[in-house]
Each structure stands twice: as structure tokens, then as C-alpha cells.
């Protein structure tokens, strides 16, 4: 029944841009905050992105600081993290995450399945 949705991955190239949706069914989408993360081959899991349930708080890693944007649309029940001049570096699977009540760095009650992202030089 809970299900959290990504789409809008590809191939771009290097400074480029391209905008992922995380839609959201089978909870209380208001309730919850929803983070982007982002892994890539042979590394760890990394946040790129959350924003806060209540008052719209946003929070971006360091590496992707001044170059994506997430924002919310709870009557649709989606999250869209926009990306601009991207870099090879950003080539990932990006996953979105939903937990309730705040940003967390470790807990999330449900995850997507995750989006190719690719960024060619």
C-alpha cells in the first residue's frame, strides 16, 4: 500500500539539469519529511536532500549546496528535487524517503526504489 515513486532520471551531460519526483501514496504525506539520497557503485549511501513536514524547511548536503533545490506539493503528495549544473560526480541511483514528523540522518520509514542518474563528461 505505501508506495514512494521516482521518476525523472537519465543521461544528461556535465552542466546540465534534470528534475526528479518522488510521488507519495498510502500514508500521511503532510505528516512527513521526505529525503533524497543518492548512492553510487562501491560507496556509501549519501543525503543530498530533505525538507521538513510542517514549515517547509529545506536542507541540502554540502557537495550540492547552491546547485539543487527541493520543494513540495502536498496536494499532489510529491517532492521534486531540482538539479542544475551537474557533474559526473553526481551520477548515482537517487532514492527519496519519508519519515515522520522531521529530517532525520539515519531513520526512514519508507523508500523508493530509486532513479538512474547519470551525468556524461
Known amino acids: 500500500e505505501v508506495q514512494l515513486v521516482e521518476s525523472g532520471g537519465g543521461l544528461v551531460q556535465a552542466g546540465g539539469s534534470l528534475r526528479l519526483s518522488c510521488a507519495a501514496s498510502?500514508?500521511?504525506?503532510?505528516?512527513?519529511?521526505i529525503g533524497w539520497f543518492r548512492q553510487a557503485p562501491g560507496k556509501e549511501r549519501e543525503g543530498v536532500s530533505c525538507i521538513s513536514s510542517s514549515d517547509g524547511s529545506a536542507y541540502y548536503g554540502a557537495s550540492v549546496k547552491g546547485r539543487f533545490t527541493i520543494s513540495r506539493d502536498n496536494a499532489k503528495n510529491t517532492v521534486y528535487l531540482q538539479m542544475n549544473s551537474l557533474k559526473p560526480e553526481d551520477t548515482a541511483v537517487y532514492r527519496c524517503?519519508?519519515?515522520?514528523?522531521?529530517?532525520?540522518?539515519?531513520?526512514?520509514?519508507?523508500w523508493g526504489q530509486g532513479t538512474q542518474v547519470t551525468v556524461s563528461s
Open positions: 524517503a519519508a519519515v515522520e514528523g522531521h529530517c532525520s540522518p539515519w531513520e526512514y520509514d519508507y
Open positions: 498510502g500514508f500521511t504525506f503532510d505528516d512527513y519529511a
